[in-house]
């Protein structure tokens, strides 16, 4: 044996121990990862088994619980319910309205009894047929408005009101015009006027203690006024005095314009236009009052503040 050979030997033994040891710990380390990917897998398996019961809560609380379910279903009913109640409610109003107006448009509820006043030159029947209650239409269907309207056409209707009474009663006052004047009627016979000129109706004999009123275009048929070529005359006879307007018999127009009074005297007076009528009728009033006048007399004042006198 040379001086080498146990050298040798016990290079080679030792490299054999640590060969066995590098395998003892590449194997102890092979098994702790192996463990570890045990216990990892194992926690995977956890964490699996973790996730399947989570999915399970999930669906578990996915469902509705009962109770909540059936106060829905409730709550949803009573709203189809109300508007159910809203919808017959509706319909039976409406159902109301048509039956209450049929039935006040039966003869039960029509304007049955009519009862008018105030009227003497208009009947009552021509006062019922012109506010259209001849017929004895529906009272629901009386314009109170429009038929005092229509009676204030009249001839000697200054005025009318229609009351309404339920369930049939309609009750009219009118006010009647007073006549100022009278004219003669072309035909012959006289009409009376108001002081508007509105022409109220003819009679046979001259009404009596109404001023004649003379006009240069002859009145209309009752109803009517008289035209603007009469508005001289007619505003003559409508201002005239109290200082003498009773002693006035007749306003006379001329076809010019002109304005002739005839007095109970009887004189005549001449006023000319219709202007100044105020300071005209003072004039007048002054002379009948403090000259001596004798039948046929002319006064004339048609210039104001001028006024003459002319022996009949």
Excluded at 214 to 232: C, R
Aim: charged share 15%.
């Amino acid at each position: 044996m040379t001086p080498q050979g146990p050298s040798v030997q016990v290079k080679g033994v030792m490299r054999r121990a640590l060969r066995r040891a590098g395998r003892v710990g590449r194997a102890g380390r092979r098994d702790q990862a192996g463990g570890g990917r045990g216990r990892a897998g194992n926690g995977h398996g956890r964490g699996g088994t973790g996730g399947g019961r989570t999915e399970g809560g999930g669906g578990a609380r996915g469902r509705m619980d009962p109770r909540i379910s059936a106060r829905r279903t409730t709550v949803m009913r009573e709203h189809g319910r109300r508007r159910l109640r809203v919808v017959v409610i509706g319909l039976a109003a409406t159902a109301c309205l048509v039956g209450a107006w049929f039935l006040l448009h039966t003869p039960l509820f029509s304007a049955r009894s009519i009862t008018v006043f105030g009227n003497v030159h208009e009947t009552a029947a021509q006062v019922e047929a012109q506010a259209a209650l001849a017929d004895h239409p529906p009272l629901l269907d009386v314009d109170a408005g429009a038929a005092a309207t229509r009676i204030e056409q009249l001839p000697w209707v200054r005025t009318a009101a229609v009351h309404v009474s339920w369930p049939d009663g309609v009750q009219i006052t009118v006010t009647e015009e007073t006549p100022r004047f009278v004219v003669s009627a072309p035909g012959g016979g006289w009409d009376s006027l108001s002081s508007d000129g509105r022409v109220l109706g003819a009679s046979a004999a001259r009404p009596p203690g109404l001023p004649l009123l003379t006009v240069p275009q002859p009145p209309g048929a009752p109803g009517s006024h008289l035209s603007s070529n009469d508005a001289a005359g007619l505003e003559v006879a409508a201002t005239l005095p109290p200082s003498f307007g009773a002693q006035v018999t007749g306003v006379t127009v001329e076809p010019a314009g002109w304005v002739q009074l005839t007095m109970t005297t009887p004189i005549v007076v001449d006023l000319g236009s219709a202007s100044q009528l105020s300071a005209k009728y003072e004039d007048v009033s002054s002379i009948l009052a403090g000259a001596t006048l004798h039948n046929g007399d002319v006064i004339d004042v048609s210039i104001p503040k001028a006024p003459t006198v002319t022996p009949g």
